[in-house]
């Protein structure tokens, strides 16, 4: 199952639970939490995409020091 279907489908549980609650401010947070999720999945898509097409290699040690 793709990861931007699983986005999907815990999004709209999400708004229908907000729904099912009546709860208004709920139903905008699901849908904002959703929109912004997918959009940072895009972009971890697209930079990884970028990394491998120049054969750049980022090791979990690299990333985390600061």
Same mark, same amino acid.
């Given at each position: 199952? +793709?990861?931007?279907?699983?986005?999907? %489908?815990?999004?709209?549980?999400?708004? @229908? &639970?907000?729904?099912?609650?009546?709860?208004? +401010? @709920?139903? #905008? %947070?699901? *849908?904002? @939490?959703?929109?912004? %999720? #997918? *959009?940072?999945?895009?972009?971890?898509?697209?930079?990884?995409?970028? *990394?491998?097409? #120049?054969? %750049?290699? &980022?090791?979990? +040690?690299?990333? +985390?020091?600061?």
């Amino acid at each position: 199952m +793709s990861t931007r279907l699983l986005i999907l %489908i815990f999004g709209g549980g999400a708004f @229908a &639970v907000a729904v099912h609650a009546n709860d208004l +401010s @709920a139903m #905008y %947070i699901a *849908l904002l @939490a959703s929109f912004i %999720i #997918y *959009l940072l999945h895009t972009l971890e898509f697209k930079l990884n995409k970028l *990394l491998d097409h #120049y054969s %750049i290699r &980022v090791w979990d +040690s690299d990333i +985390s020091k600061d």
